[in-house]
């Protein structure tokens, strides 16, 4: 028979709420053309190319929370639908929500500061690759899709776009055998936890009959379901779980995460920090949102509440030990994954009695903080080489102050020290926790924050106090784009510590009851 | 149209011309076919084991070198590029497998004149616009270039931003 | 076992002994239309002008001794060549040679065309485990060649059958050729809608045809055997009936590729592209019987195999020309071409054809020209491949060698 005898007309799909991500991935692919066509002259106009696409894309989301401008009539051009109701973007694959534009927003951030300090940094590597840009944006355009679907197939589709352009960044650096190990692992450990992933996603898909992760529910609230559909539908929500624990270098899946983060280019390392981390959250978000039953909860809840414990303490204890200024934040990435999950566990368990805003703004807080404490970091590379060990970066104060006095507000904003974004994340993490009950879970929280001052400190100190070794201690002199990254970087720190409750308002992902704003919140539904 | 022209067994009844006949499972004659083709294959390659003599000496033995004695494994490493090839055909070949399905259902749908055809034809032009970019991208950046390997051109460097560290080639760097 | 069982395995056996009886025969054209091309005799002692020849060799071989080298893997070199040899076989159970269908194809499935892809790409199995088997480092050359090689053409060669499928509608051969038994162009009704008349469908047949002898390992493409510098390449180390088993899989495979483009291009089993039924009773509306009946046996089902056999022997003799014309490309050569033009071009093509069948003949050619212009444009300043500054200077590489080549049959 011949399927084209299907009465198949065009499903109506409202592309307005894609069009960041559209026009991120256009502009990946304007770079990758500029770059192919001009192959022998500088990045310049690609850095800017990649800035101005980043810029409209996250202006775009701005716009829509304060005017709306993706709600639009519908109307046709070309046989292609635009308009219509936002809620069905992409032919109902992808959701118009909040959370999701949030999340969005945080990876455009993520990959704007980046981009920013990323041509000079890899100028001083000797890898100004061209293809750099353009896998950085499209990477971002995969977690921006992780982070607005319920799909699972669009799951997977958004965590392979982020991955497989990340396992191509972290060996950017090919003639170095530390970046090489990096992809490698990388690339094995991912393909891993995609295989994972995947196996999850038909369990759960041979359970439910569906990709969409509303199957969960809609096949837990039905009485005659088949026991035995639970069963596997167990084992395809655990494998999802390790899948995305991966991406988001939850313990025990991180083993992967000081290796990489060390061997990566720092900028790609940078983004993998921010951006990978917010990507995997915000699908962790939507996922943990769909097991809404008390079965479902009660064999999930402590095991993930578990996992967080696990995550921070094993994260902090181990950077303890590091002498390797990236190897430390990779670490503490892993600690700080750990009390994010600390906000998505009570998230879950308070069932849409508390908001989202907590995950957000945290993972927020946490994305620039590390970008910025990054981007100081790079300024070790020169001449084709860099050194990442404590020791390289004694001195640092007198050669650039402005960066050094930066990382302090850095170091602090990890560490939870007021005033900064860190602290008030920290801070509205222990809140949540506490009204769920956790009080376990919020001391644990609390002893690792001590802990972890003391890594900090010690960056803190190599930065700022300790003698230059003048044989070991290299800097590049700072340029343009990377004063610019750090800097915002650090007044963002600052002005979220201070300015919280506008910020949260703007975001308008917590509860009416809450803040009192009329915004309605999407997401805090399943 | 097939089976209209002149039937050879139309005496053997109606059911043998005018109309396909189909067997119960369609690809049945195919597993017969692999069957027999594996069969024939494997017998041609053992047979000669069963009917040539077998005199066997250490020079029979030794592997074909011009009469050179052979020296170091056969199974040496071969070029990278090989491995760029491979997975270039990977890619390329998952790129076009997406287009499949929609070659069955073009036509129908052009026929019909159903708004599907023309929404389809421009999702496929943005597809095959992509493709196009990427193979002109693989072109352009020497993957297939059996001499050369993509290295830096110095420009890319840009100008030097400190004075006193001139720029130079990579230096691979193993620090422990 | 139902009747349709017999009829199916009756459907396939005919394959078989097509490939098991037709092999001889081509090889014998091969060496003697190359011997005439040549200015030479070939052979012709072994019966009538030398017709028996491929046999006797065959006898020979089998009789031969078997000389596996020390140090091989002995399972894999021992099932290599059966590997080479299966697709010859199984390559044919789509294939349409005539219209009735209790006798052809052997399956009508729906996956005819894919059926023929994929198991060509099987080929390549045989020959890089030959050429690793073998311990061997001429071998394992001509083995990677060969890879590269096969996949590189396999691509454009799928890409290139993408406008005969959009055409068509339908991966079914059946309905493949039914296809080209329409009114040419749609119109005239006395003529057949061969693919090879149309634009879209010439491209794509040279495409293939190109693709084609690439995939059979044949002159020009021949590089992974390549005598002159890898010494027969991946069958190095083969004897006796094995070297006879890769011998006969290439050239069974040839004559399959050639049945493959008579269905895909060349209408099938129809001796000209004309409507027989048509002309048939047009010739009896004007009262000439005979000639009504003439014309409708020569479009019969009786003829079908002849006209069939006779395409596909056009087909090998157009090999064997192109390999007594024509000298070996050069490994980066053969990689250009692939890449550069004809991946390419059969996408161009198949935009084309889309493009044709939404909007019809004058986007079509609009479309065309566009393509053209632009892709002058693309090469002059983009692409500039070093392959048209490799055209300027004249590569003979190994003429010499090439048109002296003869069957290595006495090994």
């Given at each position: 028979?011949?399927?084209?005898?299907?009465?198949?007309?065009?499903?109506?799909?409202?592309?307005?709420?894609?069009?960041?991500?559209?026009?991120?991935?256009?502009?990946?692919?304007?770079?990758?053309?500029?770059?192919?066509?001009?192959?022998?002259?500088?990045?310049?106009?690609?850095?800017?190319?990649?800035?101005?696409?980043?810029?409209?894309?996250?202006?775009?989301?701005?716009?829509?929370?304060?005017?709306?401008?993706?709600?639009?009539?519908?109307?046709?051009?070309?046989?292609?639908?635009?308009?219509?109701?936002?809620?069905?973007?992409?032919?109902?694959?992808?959701?118009?929500?909040?959370?999701?534009?949030?999340?969005?927003?945080?990876?455009?951030?993520?990959?704007?500061?980046?981009?920013?300090?990323?041509?000079?940094?890899?100028?001083?590597?000797?890898?100004?690759?061209?293809?750099?840009?353009?896998?950085?944006?499209?990477?971002?355009?995969?977690?921006?899709?992780?982070?607005?679907?319920?799909?699972?197939?669009?799951?997977?589709?958004?965590?392979?776009?982020?991955?497989?352009?990340?396992?191509?960044?972290?060996?950017?650096?090919?003639?170095?055998?530390?970046?090489?190990?990096?992809?490698?692992?990388?690339?094995?450990?991912?393909?891993?936890?995609?295989?994972?992933?995947?196996?999850?996603?038909?369990?759960?898909?041979?359970?439910?009959?569906?990709?969409?992760?509303?199957?969960?529910?809609?096949?837990?609230?039905?009485?005659?379901?088949?026991?035995?559909?639970?069963?596997?539908?167990?084992?395809?929500?655990?494998?999802?779980?390790?899948?995305?624990?991966?991406?988001?270098?939850?313990?025990?899946?991180?083993?992967?995460?000081?290796?990489?983060?060390?061997?990566?280019?720092?900028?790609?390392?940078?983004?993998?920090?921010?951006?990978?981390?917010?990507?995997?959250?915000?699908?962790?978000?939507?996922?943990?949102?769909?097991?809404?039953?008390?079965?479902?909860?009660?064999?999930?809840?402590?095991?993930?509440?578990?996992?967080?414990?696990?995550?921070?303490?094993?994260?902090?204890?181990?950077?303890?030990?590091?002498?390797?200024?990236?190897?430390?934040?990779?670490?503490?990435?892993?600690?700080?994954?750990?009390?994010?999950?600390?906000?998505?566990?009570?998230?879950?368990?308070?069932?849409?009695?508390?908001?989202?805003?907590?995950?957000?703004?945290?993972?927020?807080?946490?994305?620039?903080?590390?970008?910025?404490?990054?981007?100081?970091?790079?300024?070790?590379?020169?001449?084709?080489?860099?050194?990442?060990?404590?020791?390289?970066?004694?001195?640092?104060?007198?050669?650039?102050?402005?960066?050094?006095?930066?990382?302090?507000?850095?170091?602090?904003?990890?560490?939870?020290?007021?005033?900064?974004?860190?602290?008030?994340?920290?801070?509205?993490?222990?809140?949540?926790?506490?009204?769920?009950?956790?009080?376990?879970?919020?001391?644990?929280?609390?002893?690792?924050?001590?802990?972890?001052?003391?890594?900090?400190?010690?960056?803190?100190?190599?930065?700022?106090?300790?003698?230059?070794?003048?044989?070991?201690?290299?800097?590049?002199?700072?340029?343009?784009?990377?004063?610019?990254?750090?800097?915002?970087?650090?007044?963002?720190?600052?002005?979220?510590?201070?300015?919280?409750?506008?910020?949260?308002?703007?975001?308008?992902?917590?509860?009416?009851?809450?803040?009192?704003?009329?915004?309605?919140?999407?997401?805090?539904?399943? | 149209?097939?089976?209209?022209?002149?039937?050879?067994?139309?005496?053997?009844?109606?059911?043998?011309?005018?109309?396909?006949?189909?067997?119960?499972?369609?690809?049945?004659?195919?597993?017969?076919?692999?069957?027999?083709?594996?069969?024939?294959?494997?017998?041609?390659?053992?047979?000669?084991?069963?009917?040539?003599?077998?005199?066997?000496?250490?020079?029979?033995?030794?592997?074909?070198?011009?009469?050179?004695?052979?020296?170091?494994?056969?199974?040496?490493?071969?070029?990278?590029?090989?491995?760029?090839?491979?997975?270039?055909?990977?890619?390329?070949?998952?790129?076009?497998?997406?287009?499949?399905?929609?070659?069955?259902?073009?036509?129908?749908?052009?026929?019909?004149?159903?708004?599907?055809?023309?929404?389809?034809?421009?999702?496929?032009?943005?597809?095959?616009?992509?493709?196009?970019?990427?193979?002109?991208?693989?072109?352009?950046?020497?993957?297939?270039?059996?001499?050369?390997?993509?290295?830096?051109?110095?420009?890319?460097?840009?100008?030097?931003?400190?004075?006193?560290?001139?720029?130079?080639?990579?230096?691979?760097?193993?620090?422990? | 076992?139902?009747?349709?069982?017999?009829?199916?395995?009756?459907?396939?056996?005919?394959?078989?002994?097509?490939?098991?009886?037709?092999?001889?025969?081509?090889?014998?054209?091969?060496?003697?239309?190359?011997?005439?091309?040549?200015?030479?005799?070939?052979?012709?002692?072994?019966?009538?002008?030398?017709?028996?020849?491929?046999?006797?060799?065959?006898?020979?071989?089998?009789?031969?001794?078997?000389?596996?080298?020390?140090?091989?893997?002995?399972?894999?070199?021992?099932?290599?060549?059966?590997?080479?040899?299966?697709?010859?076989?199984?390559i044919g159970?789509?294939l349409v040679w005539?219209?009735?269908?209790?006798?052809?194809?052997?399956?009508?499935?729906?996956?005819?065309i894919?059926?023929v892809?994929?198991?060509s790409?099987?080929?390549?199995?045989?020959?890089?485990?030959?050429?690793?088997?073998?311990?061997?480092?001429?071998?394992?050359?001509?083995?990677?060649?060969?890879?590269?090689?096969?996949?590189?053409?396999?691509?454009?060669m799928?890409?290139a059958l993408?406008?005969v499928?959009?055409?068509?509608?339908?991966?079914?051969m059946?309905?493949v050729v039914?296809?080209q038994?329409?009114?040419?162009?749609?119109?005239?009704?006395?003529?057949?809608?061969w693919f090879i008349?149309?634009?879209?469908g010439f491209?794509a047949g040279v495409i293939f045809l190109i693709c084609m002898i690439?995939e059979t390992?044949?002159?020009?493409?021949?590089?992974?055997?390549?005598?002159?510098?890898?010494?027969?390449?991946?069958?190095?180390?083969?004897?006796?009936?094995?070297?006879?088993?890769?011998?006969?899989?290439?050239?069974?495979v040839m004559a399959m590729f050639g049945a493959i483009f008579t269905d895909l291009f060349l209408g099938g089993?129809?001796?000209?592209?004309?409507?027989?039924?048509?002309?048939?009773?047009?010739?009896?509306?004007?009262?000439?019987?005979?000639?009504?009946?003439?014309?409708?046996?020569?479009?019969?089902?009786?003829?079908?195999?002849?006209?069939f056999?006779?395409k596909v022997f056009f087909l090998l003799t157009v090999y064997?020309?192109?390999?007594?014309?024509?000298?070996?490309?050069?490994?980066?050569?053969?990689?250009?071409?692939?890449?550069?033009?004809?991946?390419?071009?059969?996408?161009?093509?198949?935009?084309?054809?889309?493009?044709?069948?939404?909007?019809?003949?004058?986007?079509?050619?609009?479309?065309?020209?566009?393509?053209?212009?632009?892709?002058?444009?693309?090469?002059?300043?983009?692409?500039?491949?070093?392959?048209?500054?490799?055209?300027?200077?004249?590569?003979?590489?190994?003429?010499?060698?090439?048109?002296?080549?003869?069957?290595?049959?006495?090994?």
């Open positions: 028979m011949n399927l084209g005898d299907a009465p198949l007309t065009p499903a109506p799909i409202v592309w307005e709420p894609m069009l960041p991500m559209i026009i991120v991935f256009v502009t990946g692919v304007l770079c990758m053309c500029v770059e192919m066509l001009r192959p022998k002259q500088t990045n310049n106009l690609i850095v800017v190319l990649s800035l101005a696409g980043l810029a409209v894309a996250g202006a775009l989301i701005v716009l829509d929370w304060t005017a709306a401008v993706f709600h639009q009539p519908p109307s046709e051009f070309f046989g292609v639908r635009f308009g219509g109701s936002p809620e069905e973007a992409g032919g109902g694959l992808f959701i118009h929500d909040r959370f999701g534009q949030s999340v969005q927003l945080i990876l455009i951030a993520s990959t704007f500061i980046t981009i920013l300090f990323s041509e000079g940094y890899l100028r001083e590597r000797r890898i100004p690759f061209g293809e750099y840009y353009p896998l950085v944006l499209w990477s971002a355009v995969g977690g921006m899709i992780m982070a607005s679907t319920r799909d699972l197939m669009i799951f997977f589709l958004g965590l392979e776009t982020l991955s497989i352009a990340l396992y191509v960044l972290a060996g950017l650096n090919s003639k170095e055998k530390r970046s090489q190990e990096a992809a490698l692992k990388y690339f094995l450990l991912g393909a891993f936890a995609s295989s994972f992933l995947l196996f999850g996603i038909a369990l759960i898909y041979g359970a439910t009959g569906t990709t969409h992760i509303l199957g969960i529910p809609m096949l837990m609230n039905h009485a005659s379901a088949d026991p035995t559909a639970g069963k596997i539908l167990i084992g395809g929500i655990a494998m999802v779980l390790i899948g995305f624990g991966f991406k988001a270098a939850l313990v025990p899946f991180h083993m992967w995460t000081p290796d990489v983060y060390q061997g990566a280019p720092t900028t790609v390392t940078a983004f993998m920090a921010a951006g990978s981390k917010a990507a995997a959250f915000g699908a962790l978000v939507r996922f943990v949102g769909a097991i809404t039953q008390p079965e479902l909860i009660d064999a999930w809840l402590p095991a993930l509440a578990i996992v967080a414990v696990l995550t921070m303490t094993v994260g902090n204890l181990i950077a303890l030990a590091q002498r390797d200024a990236k190897r430390i934040i990779g670490y503490s990435s892993i600690a700080h994954a750990g009390y994010l999950l600390v906000a998505v566990v009570a998230w879950a368990h308070s069932r849409g009695s508390i908001g989202l805003d907590t995950v957000v703004y945290y993972l927020g807080a946490y994305s620039i903080t590390t970008i910025g404490a990054f981007a100081v970091l790079s300024l070790t590379a020169k001449a084709g080489r860099e050194g990442t060990q404590l020791e390289d970066y004694n001195g640092l104060w007198k050669r650039a102050p402005f960066a050094a006095a930066a990382m302090i507000v850095f170091m602090a904003s990890l560490a939870g020290v007021p005033p900064t974004g860190g602290f008030v994340g920290k801070l509205l993490i222990f809140k949540d926790a506490l009204d769920q009950d956790y009080t376990w879970l919020a001391i644990a929280l609390g002893i690792n924050s001590v802990l972890s001052v003391f890594y900090y400190l010690r960056i803190v100190f190599a930065v700022c106090v300790d003698e230059p070794d003048e044989r070991r201690s290299q800097f590049a002199k700072p340029n343009a784009g990377m004063l610019t990254a750090a800097g915002a970087c650090a007044l963002a720190v600052l002005a979220m510590g201070v300015f919280t409750s506008a910020v949260l308002q703007t975001m308008g992902l917590s509860l009416p009851a809450e803040s009192g704003s009329a915004s309605r919140s999407v997401a805090q539904k399943p | 149209m097939p089976g209209s022209i002149g039937c050879p067994l139309a005496h053997l009844g109606p059911r043998f011309c005018g109309k396909i006949v189909e067997p119960v499972n369609p690809y049945l004659p195919i597993f017969v076919m692999i069957a027999l083709a594996s069969v024939i294959c494997i017998a041609m390659v053992s047979l000669s084991w069963l009917l040539g003599p077998k005199k066997s000496t250490a020079y029979k033995e030794s592997p074909f070198e011009c009469g050179v004695a052979p020296t170091g494994s056969a199974h040496e490493r071969f070029p990278i590029k090989f491995y760029l090839t491979a997975m270039l055909f990977i890619l390329f070949d998952i790129e076009v497998v997406f287009l499949w399905s929609w070659m069955t259902v073009f036509r129908g749908w052009v026929e019909k004149g159903t708004p599907s055809a023309m929404y389809s034809f421009w999702a496929v032009m943005v597809y095959m616009v992509l493709w196009f970019l990427g193979d002109f991208y693989v072109l352009r950046s020497g993957a297939l270039e059996w001499e050369e390997s993509k290295t830096l051109h110095p420009e890319k460097f840009g100008k030097a931003v400190d004075e006193e560290a001139p720029y130079v080639q990579p230096v691979s760097e193993d620090a422990a | 076992m139902t009747p349709e069982f017999w009829w199916g395995t009756l459907r396939a056996l005919i394959i078989i002994a097509f490939v098991l009886v037709g092999v001889p025969p081509v090889i014998w054209w091969e060496r003697r239309l190359l011997s005439w091309m040549q200015d030479r005799v070939g052979p012709n002692r072994v019966g009538p002008w030398g017709l028996l020849q491929p046999i006797a060799d065959g006898v020979k071989l089998f009789f031969k001794e078997e000389v596996m080298p020390a140090a091989v893997d002995k399972f894999v070199y021992w099932l290599a060549p059966a590997i080479a040899l299966f697709p010859a076989f199984v159970a789509t005539g219209p009735n269908p209790m006798l052809t194809p052997v399956a009508d499935v729906d996956i005819g894919l059926w892809l994929a198991i790409s099987l080929g390549v199995y045989g020959i890089v485990l030959g050429g690793w088997a073998s311990n061997n480092k001429y071998s394992l050359l001509g083995g990677l060649r060969s890879t590269a090689q096969l996949v590189s053409y396999e691509l454009a799928g890409v993408y406008s499928l959009l055409v068509t509608g339908s991966l079914k059946t309905e039914a296809r038994q329409a009114p040419l162009y749609d119109v005239l009704p006395w003529a057949q809608n008349l149309t634009p879209y491209g690439a390992n044949r002159a020009p493409f021949d590089l992974p055997e390549a005598e002159s510098e890898l010494i027969a390449g991946f069958h190095t180390e083969y004897s006796s009936m094995k070297f006879a088993v890769f011998f006969m899989g290439e050239y069974a089993w129809s001796p000209l592209p004309l409507n027989w039924d048509y002309l048939s009773a047009q010739a009896s509306a004007a009262h000439l019987g005979w000639l009504s009946s003439a014309l409708s046996f020569i479009g019969g089902a009786w003829m079908a195999p002849v006209w056999i006779g064997i020309w192109i390999r007594a014309t024509l000298p070996r490309l050069r490994y980066d050569q053969l990689m250009n071409v692939g890449w550069k033009f004809l991946l390419p071009f059969a996408a161009l093509n198949f935009v084309l054809t889309a493009v044709w069948m939404l909007f019809g003949w004058l986007a079509f050619g609009i479309a065309a020209a566009v393509v053209a212009a632009g892709y002058l444009m693309v090469v002059g300043f983009v692409l500039r491949p070093r392959a048209f500054k490799d055209a300027a200077k004249v590569h003979l590489v190994d003429v010499q060698a090439n048109t002296a080549q003869t069957i290595e049959v006495q090994r």
